[in-house]
């Protein structure tokens, strides 16, 4: 079995199923739910070392905190951004994030949008 080289960071389970669904390769999603304590950052840094780190977080102002704690312990992490009309990952159309997720070389299932 390979190892997975690419990882999505965002904050909730739906947001989590929402990606999963639409995600065609190889891909680990974690859930910050909300807060992440130190050790868990710490363990999330030396785990995703030389891997290709993706954060997609919702729009808002909680979203935006996490963005800037992430962008701190991942400097080479790409930040990837819904609408801001959609506030959240999870309430954004499944085309909106695909077409998020295709702009960042990620591969979805086009077949069913």
Known sequence: MTEIEKVIIV???????KIESLVKEPVEIICTNGTIS???LDEW??????KEV????DADEAGERLRKQLRR?????EHLY???????????PRRHIAAVLLGA???VY????
């Open 45 to 50: 840094i030396e785990a995703l070392y030389n």
């Open 73 to 77: 312990e991942f400097p080479e992490a």
């Open 38 to 40: 130190r050790a868990k």
């Open 54 to 57: 993706f954060i997609l977080v």
């Open 110 to 113: 086009a077949d069913d949008l």
């Open 82 to 92: 819904i609408d801001r009309m959609y506030r959240e990952v999870a309430a954004a």
């Open 11 to 17: 904050e909730g389970r739906s947001d989590k199923k």
């Open 105 to 107: 070389n990620i591969d």
